[in-house]
């Protein structure tokens, strides 16, 4: 299909778009038409989208077994001068001799797991904390308000360390493993979520369909589960887009500083990236490709995450 | 402007009464116990006894955790595992070369971030918007010590234009006023030894700077963006104010407010990011040590940086706050 052709369907499938959107112009449906037009969103989401495939289907893409030492006796002969890419491995060795290009696309798996499970542990906990904060102080009375500031306070202490701060303290308890990178990482991002939760909810405590809900009589439990927490998931989802970013790149850090996972056995672009630190001035090549595969895929889900925030905000698009 | 400062110095104590308890629990819950971490591996079971009695750890725990709070307050933090030394003298021998290092990022963030968010505002839409966005927006996802140890190999080992480890040259006889070495080297008159340190700091400020300088162009152009849409701009600019008063007094006044607030959010996050950094050059700073203590296990020291950075964190983001009450006299009134 030549460009000119693409172009005139995507035209039209954004005029049908539009057309449907006319009818019914829910927030969401509005943003998700302006995201569709932005090509922050697109790149965002086209990242993201490769990001993930690979990480799912890393398995049957990687030609060789990551862990596999096949070419180790050649590194060894060779005295640590790492062979660049060539016909069978496309992106080089590493210091055993592993094929580089089997390692990165199954790092990509273990990076994701790392990322998605840290930034669960924080949404998860941090939703609850925020979220039973707001709840107690909108409708638990005298007592519920005096938690909910408690609550609040001890989250703006928790606030006031910085994450990688916190993370590493963390992990400092834990000792080195994966398990710590994605604890650590995860419980430095309660706070955040906390925050958050708490302001949307407390947002939509405010609104007219509480007040409706009240006075017909719906039990406040309810009104809390059912109606208020639902609605105010969505700010919170998109930081968790933001928030997925960030953790990766914590989570190299922690192990660029020994926090990480000690087992070789399984490669991880953030461990892989600290290890090559040791070969920097005479392979630099693999300490680039995992920061290359770290950022862009953190510029993902960041582009993805601003593009969402920005289709969402409703200040931010007055400035169109 | 006064009761807004007590109310504010108020609140701060309470947050490091609450950073207290957090500590308090961090130190409790170390593996082992705090013993455990500060015995050598061959200490005998007596030996443990008595540093359990000395540390007060049979005490009950809200005896335990005032006693806690007053060895800090007296700066009395342990001694660091690996040295031997007490991690107070430990850390403030360092502290001057981490602020260092981190004014020197701050001032490239700040010089460099606000002007150029500001002329992305300005000339919004163009290929400068667009490449202060997506700079900035890379800039957050480079993993700062990564970006640190290629500067170093690019400009200090490939091309040999900067020094790439420590603060100074051996050799170079310096005298110690402030422990900042560039400013030390021009209040002595040392113009040599500024000029080496100041060479040295280049390449660790400009790694540190990279996180600091993206969100720093980041706010400030959104910010700006935001006040130019006010209604107040558009007056000024219809009753004819000159373009340059209208900038200074109405456009960036205004804008300063979040960026001002960012800024302080940034100091803790640099930091933080001076491990990474530090360790990388051998910069010397509490950030070495602090890779070090992490290596090694040190607690005592672990838990010094943590008081330190966090401590000096709030104190920090209360003089932002109050600096806020100075721009923005809304701020004063409101409750």
């Known amino acids: 299909m030549t460009t000119a052709k693409i172009e005139k369907l995507d035209r039209l499938i954004e005029a049908h778009a539009e057309a449907r959107d006319a009818r019914s112009g829910s927030l969401w449906r509005q943003s998700v038409r302006r995201m569709r037009r932005s090509p922050m969103a697109i790149s965002g989401a086209v990242i993201v989208g490769l990001f993930v495939l690979v990480a799912i289907l890393g398995p049957w893409i990687a030609p060789y077994d990551p862990t596999a030492q096949t070419w180790g006796r050649e590194v060894f002969l060779n005295r640590s001068i790492f062979p660049g890419p060539r016909p069978e491995n496309w992106l080089g060795l ?44 909108t409708f638990g009375g005298r007592w519920g308000e005096r938690v909910e500031a408690a609550v609040m306070r001890a989250v703006d202490v928790a606030l006031a360390i910085p994450m990688l701060l916190l993370a590493l303290s963390i992990a400092a308890l834990m000792g080195p493993s994966l398990t710590t990178v994605m604890v650590s990482v995860g419980v ?11 302001g949307s909810m407390l947002a939509q405590a405010h609104s007219d369909y509480v007040l409706a809900a009240i006075s017909i009589g719906v039990p406040k439990s309810r009104i809390v ?66 920061a290359v595969a770290i950022i862009v895929t953190a510029l993902g889900f960041t582009l993805l995450g601003e593009a969402m925030r920005e289709s969402l905000d409703p200040r931010l698009r007055r400035q169109e | 402007m006064l009761r807004y400062t007590v109310k504010r110095l108020l609140q701060l104590s309470v947050a490091l009464l609450g950073l207290s308890l957090l500590l308090f629990a961090w130190f409790k819950a170390l593996p082992g116990g705090p013993e455990n971490q500060m015995l050598p591996e061959n200490a005998t079971l007596d030996d443990r006894a008595a540093l359990r009695e000395s540390l007060g750890l049979n005490e009950p725990v809200w005896v335990q955790y005032l006693e806690f709070l007053q060895r800090v307050v007296r700066l009395d933090l342990g001694s660091s595992l690996s040295s031997g030394r007490p991690v107070a003298t430990e850390l403030a021998d360092r502290l001057p070369a981490t602020i260092e290092l981190s004014l020197a990022a701050m001032v490239i963030a700040v010089g460099i971030g606000i002007p150029l968010g500001y002329l992305a505002a300005r000339k919004r839409g163009t290929w400068l918007d667009f490449a202060a966005v997506s700079g900035s927006l890379i800039g957050i996802c480079i993993p700062v010590f990564f970006l640190a140890a290629m500067l170093k190999v690019v400009f200090a080992q490939e091309l040999a234009l900067l020094p790439s480890t420590f603060r100074l040259s051996s050799g170079l006889q310096y005298t110690d006023v402030t422990g900042l070495r560039v400013l030390d080297g021009l209040i002595t008159g040392e113009f040599n030894v500024a000029g080496d340190a100041f060479l040295h700091l280049i390449l660790p400020a400009v790694a540190l700077s990279s996180i600091p300088l993206a969100v720093v162009v980041r706010i400030t152009r959104a910010s700006v963006l935001d006040v130019i849409g006010e209604d107040y701009v558009r007056t000024a600019d219809s009753k004819g104010l000159k373009p340059a008063v209208i900038r ?50 040190d607690y005592p020291a672990l838990m010094g940086f943590i008081l330190v950075i966090a401590v000096s964190y709030v104190v920090l983001n209360l003089i932002v706050d109050l600096s806020y009450g100075l721009l923005d006299p809304r701020v004063r009134v409101r409750k």
């Open chain 1, 94 to 137: 590493d210091h055993l001799g592993r094929d580089m290009f089997s390692r990165m696309i199954i790092g990509a798996r273990q990076t994701l797991l790392v990322g998605v499970v840290a930034t669960l542990i924080g949404f998860v906990a941090g939703a609850l904390v925020g979220g039973g904060a707001a709840a107690l102080g």
């Open chain 1, 188 to 198: 430095a991002q309660i706070p955040i979520f906390a925050r958050m939760m708490r």
């Open chain 1, 225 to 290: 589960v059912a109606h208020i927490f639902p609605n105010s998931l969505g700010p919170v989802i998109v930081q968790a887009t933001l928030v997925l970013a960030t953790a990766i790149i914590e989570a190299a850090a922690l192990s660029y500083l020994g926090l990480g996972n000690p087992d070789p056995g399984t490669p991880e672009w953030g461990t892989m990236l600290a290890d090559a630190q040791r070969f920097l001035s005479g392979a630099p090549q693999l300490a680039i490709y995992p």
């Open chain 2, 248 to 297: 200074g007094r109405h456009v960036m006044r205004n804008a300063m407010l979040p960026i001002v607030t960012v800024i302080g959010l940034l100091l803790g996050s640099l930091f933080a990011g001076a491990v990474l950094t530090e360790s990388v050059f051998s910069f010397g700073g509490v950030g070495s040590f602090v890779y070090q203590a992490t290596q090694e296990r």
